[in-house]
């Protein structure tokens, strides 16, 4: 285990840098934690641009003749690479550095080389320091609890199987210890191992084996996951809400699998039944997009990407027809 684990390090910490998170030029929202202060200061959504098809090119063309013995200045002389490729790459993509851009990257792309070892991008993610919630690669390297300014910031499972111990005084060991706490399984899927257990879960429901499956084989399958609320004693819900049924990929069904799969609200169902259940989630939260966010009022919500905003029914609608191609 601990070779694994010094070999994870040495890879992740080949070519991680600072600069190659970008922001996207729209302010486009993760979800962010569920106090209306937090959303008040929401995350901009992140790009990795070591996900562009020529950064990833080079990477992979570097990663098959590295020299085990000589870490270091293999990783100083890719990152010089990588850097005087960067701006035209960047130029290159500017039109269209949009959620359409993250969302490709995340999903058809998956992480670059030398982070397939975490694949961030399959899972949500809370952070318990700053409470952060549901975040997911790489919108979640931008969590400051992951700065390497942060040198004496110890995830609490550290702490639980190793004990108090140094401080983690670099933004790669960080990040791995954060995320490297299970085997590798689902092909390169490597999560906690609760996380993974529930995925697991998901992906047996879905009809596929978890011990052979890809993460490119479930994102390209058409299955849904369908959560239907029910109704609570004194709650306000008209019975519109009530019947509201949300439609999961099997990504963002994980959480929901966690809470409800004993209270019999989920169920896995064909193509059909999945898209007879759109409309009615569309239906909801396009109704709670009609009043502007006041921080009272709820925002538009998409279970599919888990995007959140603050705009008007006319931006919840357009994201759901032109990002998502889903018909209302």
């Known amino acids: 285990m601990a070779n694994i684990k010094a070999s994870r390090i040495r890879t992740a910490r080949l070519c991680i840098y600072e600069e190659r998170f970008e922001h996207l030029d729209d302010a486009v929202y993760y979800a962010t934690a569920s106090t209306v202060e937090k959303r008040k200061n929401p995350l901009i959504l992140t790009v990795d641009i070591c996900s562009y098809p020529e950064i990833r090119e080079l990477m ?168 239907k609320k029910l109704p609570v004693a004194g709650s306000a819900l008209s019975s519109e809400d009530i019947c509201a049924i949300r439609v999961l990929s099997w990504r963002r069904a994980i959480p929901y699998w966690a809470l409800y799969k004993d209270q019999h609200q989920l169920s896995i169902v064909g193509n059909a039944e999945a898209e007879a259940a759109r409309p009615l989630e569309t239906k909801l939260w396009a109704r709670n997009a009609e009043t502007p966010y006041t921080g009272e009022a709820p925002w538009w919500s998409c279970l599919h990407c888990i995007q959140r905003g603050d705009e008007t029914v006319e931006a919840l609608r357009r994201h759901w027809l032109d990002e998502l191609s889903i018909s209302s």
């Open 60 to 227: 992979d063309v570097e990663f098959e003749t590295l020299d085990p013995d000589n870490w270091e200045s293999e990783r100083a002389v890719l990152i010089d690479r990588l850097q005087a490729i960067v701006p035209g790459v960047c130029a290159r993509w500017a039109a269209d550095r949009t959620l359409r851009l993250a969302q490709w990257t995340a999903v058809h792309l998956g992480c670059p080389p030398d982070l397939k070892c975490l694949n961030l991008a399959t899972v949500s993610y809370d952070c318990t320091k700053c409470s952060q919630h549901e975040m997911i690669y790489p919108g979640v390297l931008a969590d400051p609890c992951l700065n390497p300014q942060q040198d004496t910031f110890i995830p609490t499972s550290m702490i639980e199987t190793y004990g108090t111990g140094p401080a983690n005084p670099t933004y790669e060991r960080t990040l791995l210890e954060r995320y490297s706490q299970g085997p590798l399984t689902f092909d390169c899927l490597d999560m906690p191992q609760a996380s993974t257990d529930l995925a697991a879960e998901v992906i047996t429901a879905c009809g596929y084996d978890p011990r052979t499956v890809t993460r490119e084989e479930m994102d390209g399958s058409t299955t849904r996951l369908t959560h």
